[in-house]
């Protein structure tokens, strides 16, 4: 199963992630998969949501780890329908308003996460693309940051504002790294994700605001904020100081 996931290029989270589900399946009948038929996957499903009580998307995630474990490693003849997915409540995403994002950022630990959340919040980028960014990968002649193997392994372009990139180029000026935008402590090693998420949730402690209950997703917050902000105003610089 690891050398399918290899040769298909899955990420090496989805590669842990499935292998997690898996194993849990194996612990919990003692037993390889291979062994295993759809009744016993029907039952460990319901055991996940009632006794378990994991996330519809939790769920999901399960299914999907079972569906390549099944139908492209052990070449089972099943199709899609043998795997129901649980069924996931439609919510709305949680905007942040103007005041709210202005004082997130004052409480923000350090100039350089407060750095790495304004290209959140000013570019629409996802933590994991953040911490990555190469000091090349911002192009301030066509004004555009260029995001590698982001989501899905895809490449893409996200707009630079004028007040990002000098907020950018302030921040470079500190720790002037050839290669990483957002450089670790460990000479050669970027910030690291979890880093900038316990800074994120930090900040949402200290400033105690409506969506402090779910402050692991401010980050999430922040981009939905950004689409908002695009969405209301198709040509808006995408300033990212409110």
Not at 116 to 144: F, Q
Not at 191 to 200: G, H, K, N, S, V
């Amino acid at each position: 199963m690891i050398h399918d996931m290899q040769l298909r290029n899955l990420s090496a989270e989805t590669q842990r992630a499935y292998l997690h589900h898996v194993a849990g399946l194996a612990r919990f009948y003692n037993t390889s998969p291979e062994h295993l038929d759809l009744e016993d996957i029907r039952q460990y499903q319901i055991h996940l949501l009632n006794d378990r009580h994991r996330s519809p998307e939790g769920v999901n995630q399960f299914v999907s780890a079972i569906k390549f474990l099944y139908l492209t490693t052990l070449e089972m003849p099943w199709t899609d329908e043998y795997f129901p997915r649980a069924r996931r409540p439609h919510k709305l995403p949680l905007v942040l308003s103007q005041e709210e994002v202005m004082a997130f950022f004052d409480h923000v630990p350090s100039f350089r996460y407060r750095t790495a959340l304004m290209v959140c919040y000013g570019a629409g980028l996802r933590v994991s693309e953040v911490v990555r960014l190469k000091v090349a990968d911002i192009d301030s002649k066509r004004m555009v940051i260029r995001v590698e193997q982001g989501k899905g392994k895809k490449d893409r372009y996200a707009v630079l504002s004028v007040r990002l990139l000098k907020v950018l180029r302030i921040w470079w000026r500190m720790h002037r790294s050839e290669d990483w935008m957002f450089p670790a402590w460990r000479v050669g090693q970027h910030l690291r994700t979890d880093a900038l998420q316990l800074a994120c949730r930090e900040a949402a402690r200290r400033r105690r605001h409506r969506q402090a209950s779910h402050c692991p997703h401010t980050t999430s917050q922040l981009r939905h904020t950004y689409a908002r902000k695009r969405h209301r105003h198709p040509h808006h610089s995408g300033d990212a100081r409110p």
